[in-house]
Structure formats: structure tokens, C-alpha cells
């Protein structure tokens, strides 16, 4: 992916699900100008039963965060944002990362 106004060139090597405290952190690795990096948030259930996702971001962060979620209101987003359903859905179709955070949300959804 690629983000030329700000000549940010980075490539997703891997997306993965970690639990703690039976929430889903999602652990985004990739690589950008030929450094390893990663970033990660964790989901919740915010007031008024919404999943929520709070990110700190970098121009370089959002456009890794857009390029995953099709979300390109991300791009060139610095601080912090906030992600959604929408989100959780999209990140949903990642392999190794959909069935359980799928099961995740469902069930915060019947509580």
C-alpha cells in the first residue's frame, strides 16, 4: 500500500488475533522504507453497546489502518481515531482473523 502525498510505501506481512481478558487485540505487522514495525488495538465495548477501537496514528499508521479497512477517510489521519463496526467487519475478511472476531462480537452484542 501506498500513500504518495506523504511518500509512505509500506507492505502488510501479517494480521493476527491475541486475547487478553477475553477481548480481541488485533497485531498488525508490515514493514515500510525496508524497517519491521507493527501496530495493535484492542477492541471494546464502549457505553450504549457500540465496539469501539481506539488507535494512535501516525500518517504512516493510517495508511496502513485504510489500506486494511478500505477506509480511506483514515488516510492522513494523525492522533487518535476511533474505529467501528464498520471496521471490525472489514478486518473480518482477513484469514486467521474473521471467525474469531466475528464469534467476539457476537457475543458482546448479546450481552
Do not use: C, Q
Amino acid at each position: 500500500m501506498e500513500d504518495a502525498e506523504r511518500d509512505i510505501k509500506a507492505v502488510i506481512k501479517d494480521v493476527k488475533v491475541k486475547w487478553e481478558g477475553g477481548r480481541p487485540r488485533i497485531v498488525v505487522e508490515y514493514e515500510a522504507n525496508g524497517e519491521a514495525k507493527s501496530l495493535s488495538f484492542i477492541w471494546g465495548v464502549a457505553t450504549g453497546g457500540k465496539v469501539i477501537a481506539g488507535v494512535k496514528l501516525s500518517y504512516e499508521k493510517a495508511a496502513v489502518l485504510a489500506a486494511l479497512t478500505g477506509d480511506d477517510r483514515l488516510k492522513g489521519r494523525k492522533g487518535v481515531a476511533a474505529l467501528y463496526a464498520k471496521h471490525l467487519f472489514a478486518l473480518a475478511k482477513i484469514k486467521g482473523v474473521g471467525w474469531g472476531l466475528l464469534r467476539w462480537y457476537t457475543e458482546a452484542m448479546a450481552e
